[in-house]
């Protein structure tokens, strides 16, 4: 004889095995002297700076300066672009999503491409870090649209 199984538990167990199956994935960490910039190829030597674009197939492409995820954004449609994650200055190696982090463009910073945009935790991190780098503070999605706020290498 079968034994009865209630549909609540099995509704729950699909939950649970579904949940785990799309459960966002985070950014992966860079190893220092061996990633290659998923844009410029160049090799990835400087925890300051950076992301990472995590893509709807999964892959992570890994970038060396915001500049270069920039450069790869705008060449890339919206849909194909999946979760991205830029580098907090402030804490070398630790990623933030673009959608909440802030930036400095313009100041005295300099990447390892030669570029003035970095990334901070949020816009008002970025502001009080303002004084002492220079430059203006903006968001991703305003770096997103203005194709004149960094020169392409």
């Known amino acids: 004889m079968r034994r009865f199984v209630p549909p609540s538990r099995l509704a729950l167990l699909a939950l649970v095995v579904l949940l785990g ?3 966002a994935r985070q950014p992966e960490p860079i190893v220092l002297n061996e990633d290659q910039c998923g844009y410029c190829r160049m090799t990835i030597s400087d925890s300051r700076f950076g992301g990472e674009a995590i893509l ?21 449609p919206a849909d ?12 070398p190696g630790t990623f933030v999503p673009v959608t909440t982090a802030g930036f400095l463009t313009g100041g005295t ?18 502001e009080e870090q303002r004084t002492m780098l220079g430059g203006r503070v903006a968001t991703w999605a305003e770096l ?4 004149t706020a960094m020169g392409h290498h």
């Open 21 to 23: 199956a799309c459960r």
């Open 144 to 147: 997103l649209a203005d194709t």
């Open 80 to 91: 194909q672009r999946g979760e991205l994650y830029i580098i907090d200055l402030q804490h």
């Open 109 to 126: 910073m300099q990447g390892p491409m030669g570029g003035s945009v970095v990334g901070f935790a949020s816009p008002a991190k970025a």
């Open 56 to 76: 709807p197939t999964g892959r992570v492409l890994k970038f060396d300066a915001p500049e270069c995820m920039l450069s790869w954004a705008r060449a890339t």
